[in-house]
Nanobody
Framework: QVQLVETGGGLVQPGGSLRLSCAASGSDFPISAMGWYRQAPGKQRELVATITSGGDTNYADSVKGRFTISSDNAENTVYLQMNSLKPDDTADYYC?????????WGRGTRVTVSS
């Protein structure tokens, strides 16, 4: 069973930066993709960014140019560098990892962008 642990959330002022990390453990088979979703209060969960084991990335239009996803395949860890944060980025951020076509999820880390 894959377990995911997110770290790096917190409170930041508009225009600031945060870096989220997510480490996967218990993976007996290769992980094909990892990434981040987020869910703001009262809204549906939405895709933020994904990265495949081959390094292909995908971003939501709302974060392009501000967020960067990267990974360390050897450590089964994915990162999300978030710059120029806006109040609209306030949400719980959830990490996922895809293994043999099954998505595994972390418990989430809260990001609050506020002055």
């Amino acid at each position: 069973q894959v377990q995911l642990v997110e770290t790096g959330g917190g409170l930041v002022q508009p225009g600031g930066s945060l870096r989220l990390s997510c480490a996967a453990s218990g993976s007996d088979f290769p992980i094909s993709a990892m990434g981040w979703y987020r869910q703001a209060p009262g809204k549906q969960r939405e895709l933020v960014a994904t990265i495949t084991s081959g390094g292909d990335t995908n971003y939501a239009d709302s974060v392009k140019g501000r967020f960067t996803i990267s990974s360390d395949n050897a450590e089964n860890t994915v990162y999300l560098q978030m710059n120029s944060l806006k109040p609209d980025d306030t949400a719980d951020y959830y990490c996922f990892a895809t293994q043999r076509l099954v998505d595994h999820w972390g418990r989430g880390t809260r990001v609050t962008v506020s002055s």
